[in-house]
């Protein structure tokens, strides 16, 4: 019992990673890796070659079992849905840490929720997590050629969805600074001059609270959205924040958390803009953590 308990703890990192990406949800990548635990707990090891791959593999078709049975309930979901916020310079563990670095920002998560749930998986876990071919159309029960293709077609995918130039962190920095000057004035011309013309916002409210119920796509619209907020919630402050690993905003209405906001740069401008506002995914998130 202590050694499998070891075992499933020196990976518990790397099966959260896999099933948060998959799900874009920490509460649900939480309750996988319970379910995975349990299929664990009652599997004799002796005849397991690799205790990663295996985990990997539960986990993984864990998640791909919740993709699809949530498919009605994301249909019915309230407005455009985003993943979970997670503060990952917070996370408990240094190893949780590690391997939530990179490819974890919301824009991603939000690009990788248009794949379907195999794609989805096949392209994680051959992109992000660097098994091999023949490793992953075992875990998921494909042919190699046909995994090939799959990976091909998400590859493609994400690519084109992906902003066309990459931004330095000081250029990230200094648009921030500028949005938060911009945004919390209303000033509606300088936000329209910090974003790309065909940017997009999108906003996550579940059906709980205030919301966009679509997406806003260009500029102008979004500054003209800007502008209303800073008129309807004057107590409104402003901060930044690291979230998902990238820059980005909370706001407050006093001592409580409003919102947060997540970005996607490309080049010298603002390509996108993920604001949660789902009581429920903000649950996690607590205002002590930005120093309140």
Known sequence: ???????????????????????????????VLQDAWLRWHGTDIAGIESHEAWLVTIVTRLCLDRLRSAKQDRERYVGPWLPEPILVD????????????DEVSVAFLALLERLDPEKRAAFLLHEVFDYDYPEIAQMLGKSEPALRQMV????????????????????????????????????????????????????????KVYAALKVLHGAERIGRLYYSVARSFPGLTWRAIRVNGELGVAN????????IISFQFDGDRIAGIYTMRNPDKLAGISVHDFGV
């Open 152 to 207: 091909h077609r998400a590859r493609e995918e994400v690519r084109a969805g992906r902003p066309k130039f990459s931004v330095a962190e000081d250029v990230r920095e200094r648009l921030l600074e500028k949005f938060l000057a911009a945004a919390s004035s209303g000033d509606r011309t300088a936000v329209m001059a910090l974003l790309k013309e065909d940017a997009e916002y999108i906003s996550d409210g579940g059906g």
């Open 90 to 101: 917070r996370m408990p563990s240094p190893e949780l840490r590690l391997e939530l670095a």
């Open 1 to 31: 019992m202590e050694k499998l308990a070891e075992i499933f703890e020196k990976h518990r990192a790397r099966l959260f990673g896999v099933a948060y990406r998959m799900l874009g949800s920490r509460a649900d990548a939480d309750d």
């Open 252 to 259: 407050m209405m006093g001592d409580k958390l409003h919102s």
